[in-house]
């Protein structure tokens, strides 16, 4: 079973290099239990924010290490989150959808090393 989460922007993913199939995101029961497990502090944030990260990003990182990955953040008032997802590319099963792989709250020195180590796809 999943939830819908959000629709990606295209724009914000800038020059990824590949062609993915699918512009709703998803979260399925097991990355929500995921999430509220290893990120308990995070759950509230993530029912609250998950749709504006993924719709309104603020920037988008791709995942050097993981194909087809990409970190989408938004800066809050207090904070930043960071919400990792896989897209589902052009020539996989036509039933798969880009999902929600976690979601974290992130500082600012830690956001500094992810921009640092993995591709700007997008910045607002």
């Given at each position: 079973?999943?939830?819908?989460?959000?629709?990606?922007?295209?724009?914000?993913?800038?020059?990824?290099?590949?062609?993915?199939?699918?512009?709703?995101?998803?979260?399925?029961?097991?990355?929500?239990?995921?999430?509220?497990?290893?990120?308990?502090?995070?759950?509230?944030?993530?029912?609250?924010?998950?749709?504006?990260c993924i719709e309104e990003p603020d920037?988008?990182?791709?995942?050097?290490?993981?194909?087809?990955?990409?970190?989408?953040?938004?800066?809050?008032?207090?904070?930043?989150?960071?919400?990792?997802?896989?897209?589902?590319?052009?020539?996989?099963?036509?039933?798969?959808?880009?999902?929600?792989?976690?979601?974290?709250?992130?500082?600012?020195?830690?956001l500094k090393k992810l921009i640092n180590?993995?591709?700007?796809?997008?910045?607002?």
């Amino acid at each position: 079973m999943y939830f819908p989460v959000g629709i990606i922007n295209r724009l914000s993913l800038g020059n990824l290099g590949v062609i993915f199939s699918c512009d709703e995101i998803i979260v399925t029961q097991e990355r929500l239990k995921h999430i509220s497990v290893n990120h308990p502090q995070d759950i509230e944030l993530f029912l609250k924010f998950a749709k504006i990260c993924i719709e309104e990003p603020d920037i988008v990182l791709q995942d050097l290490k993981h194909d087809q990955t990409v970190f989408m953040i938004k800066r809050l008032k207090d904070t930043n989150v960071n919400t990792i997802v896989r897209l589902v590319l052009q020539d996989e099963k036509k039933n798969l959808k880009s999902s929600v792989m976690t979601f974290y709250r992130i500082r600012d020195k830690n956001l500094k090393k992810l921009i640092n180590t993995h591709k700007i796809l997008y910045m607002k």
